[in-house]
């Protein structure tokens, strides 16, 4: 079963950009669906992104144009770049692997909040 950890966020003004990485343990990164979600205070997690196993990527509508999603093979790390960030953005960020329709382990998640 892969597992997943979570780092790279932090606080930052509007219009900053941020790196999050999602290392993943268990397997290879090799064909392997990975999942960007993220979950504002009072909110449901939502899903803004992924890099399916083919290596294809989408986005949600909120985020299409300044986040993209990258995977490191090798560093069995997969990378979300969060340009133009609002307030909105604000939120616990998770990665989560994806194979067979059955999500992995949850990480601990890393905080982005965005504020002036």
């Known amino acids: 079963q892969w597992h997943v950890a979570e780092s790279g966020g932090g606080m930052v003004q509007p219009g900053g950009s941020l790196r999050l990485s999602c290392v993943v343990s268990?397997?290879?990164?090799?064909?392997?669906?990975i999942l960007w979600f993220r979950q504002a205070s009072g909110k449901e997690r939502e899903l803004v992104a992924r890099?399916?196993?083919?290596?294809?990527?989408a986005y949600a509508d909120a985020v299409k144009g300044r986040f993209t999603i990258s995977k490191d093979i090798p560093k069995k790390t997969v990378y979300l770049q969060i340009n133009d960030l609002k307030p909105e953005d604000t939120a616990v960020y998770y990665c989560?692997?994806?194979?067979?329709?059955?999500?992995?382990?949850w990480g601990l998640g890393t905080q982005v909040t965005v504020s002036s």
């Open positions: 890099s399916t196993h083919d290596g294809n990527t």
């Open positions: 989560n692997s994806y194979r067979n329709g059955v999500l992995g382990s």
């Open positions: 268990g397997g290879t990164l090799d064909n392997l669906c």
